[in-house]
């Protein structure tokens, strides 16, 4: 009885750091969007990359410290919520839209990708979609401005069961 009763008080207390933590990121300060760059959505390649048009180029975009379920492809099957996760994505930033994008310390990737925190307005689309259990987190080289932010989504995400932390998923991430 005794262990049952500590074991449920040391969930509870799990859970309410997570929303502590998640309510105090909530009231921080938005990234300064100030230094972002706006680009228009030419297409949704999966989850977590974009092709977009910036300053007369256009772009291959990896949104920064998130990582998708990937989509099938070259003979391998679609991992479970790549198509939720590509479909989101068209929902979030859809085809001929303006989104801003904020670059962190590696502007690229080792394959030449850009690597950007991608915002709709206010909406933190990197963000939404690991909370939403759509990605999971991940650093890239030096970009960790935003890596705290996308572990405490993820944490929620995985808490709550969402997406690819779901049971059916059976997520290992």
Known sequence: ????????????????????????????PP?????GETAQVERVVDGDT???????????LRLLNIDAPELA???????????????????????GSTVTLVYDKERQDQYGRDLA???????????LLVEEGLACAVVYQSNDTYYSRMQ????????????????????GR
Request: charged share 20%; hydrophobic share 50%; with cysteine.
């Open 1 to 28: 009885m005794r262990k049952t009763a500590l074991g449920f008080l040391a969930a509870l207390l799990i859970v309410f750091g997570i929303v502590l933590e998640m309510t105090l990121q909530e009231d921080a």
């Open 31 to 35: 990234p300064a969007l100030a230094d």
């Open 50 to 60: 974009l092709i977009v048009h910036s300053s007369g180029e256009r772009l291959r």
């Open 73 to 95: 492809r070259d003979g391998q099957p679609e991992e479970c919520m790549g198509s939720a996760a590509a479909h989101r994505l068209e929902e979030l930033a859809p085809v």
């Open 117 to 127: 925190a991608v915002f709709d307005g206010d909406v933190f689309i990197n963000e």
């Open 152 to 171: 405490s989504a993820e944490a929620a995400a995985r808490q709550a069961q969402l997406g690819m932390f779901s049971p059916e998923c059976h997520a």
